[in-house]
């Protein structure tokens, strides 16, 4: 009797670890079938726990411009911390970002994304500041990506 009762608790002990690895091996092959389109979605959501502290200026002097884009930035998939907004010590024909630390590109370029600001204006600024990339709002701003959506959202 002690046998049998043996060879059941093995076969019970089997069908779970059978099942254990079928749930596994079905978990990689669904999450590693994730559609292209998700992808970037992903990426952006696993940079969350890492936020991206900015410092945003208004460089072409309309009211409230940097307060609409802090607003607007902080509601984006909760990637960024604004730290501070305030007026540029003067008007800038072109939006910019400056970039302050290191090793943040991913993150630099889902911001540059998400505001459409042109690649150009991504200038490298290494200098030690309490924030990540200060963003610069200057007189395009009615040409960038981001523009019908501030302003809809946050007017």
């Not at 900015?54 to 604004?82: M, P, T």
């Not at 907004?85 to 911001?111: G, M, W």
Request: glycine share 2%; charged share 25%.
């Amino acid at each position: 009797m002690k046998n049998n009762s043996y060879k059941k608790y093995i076969y019970y002990l089997l069908t779970l670890i059978v099942i254990a690895v079928a749930y596994y091996n079905l978990k990689i092959l669904f999450i590693n079938d994730v559609p292209k389109d998700s992808e970037k979605l992903n990426q952006t959501i696993n940079l969350t726990n890492d936020r991206l502290e900015i410092e945003i200026q208004n460089g072409c002097g309309v009211d409230n411009l940097a307060r609409k884009y802090s607003l607007f930035l902080q509601s984006e998939n909760r990637l960024f911390d604004i730290l501070e907004t305030c007026d540029a010590p003067h008007e800038y024909n072109e939006s910019i970002i400056y970039v302050h630390k290191k090793n943040i590109d991913k993150k630099i370029n889902i911001l540059t994304e998400i505001l459409g600001i042109k690649e150009k204006n991504i200038i490298n600024k290494l200098e030690t500041k309490k924030w990540d990339a200060t963003i610069i709002i200057g007189n395009d701003y009615n040409q960038l990506k981001s523009y019908n959506i501030v302003f809809e959202k946050h007017n």
